[in-house]
């Protein structure tokens, strides 16, 4: 068995450096950031009332739409810095 000297594969990672924002374009930072808290609030609601009146399939199809919206929002967003308590100093 050979050993493995790449030494890239062991450098160290700087940790102190800014989370970079994953999105793709100017529209994906406005819209993930401004617009898309209504669809994410409301489609759980429409998939409850699709399922309740026994509208399976199209209930299926909304929540995987609601999946996929929310995982790529947390992907986009960082929200623990939404959420952050500022100092004054930062204002």
Known sequence: MSKNNNKSS????????????DAGS???KVFYRYLAWFPILVLPMMVWEMMGSGQYAVGSIV?????????????VINLPGIFKRRRPTDA
């Open 10 to 21: 062991n450098a160290k990672v700087k940790t102190d450096a800014p989370v970079a924002n």
């Open 63 to 75: 929540a995987l739409i609601h999946a996929v919206l929310v995982f790529r929002f947390v992907q």
């Open 26 to 28: 100017r529209f994906e």
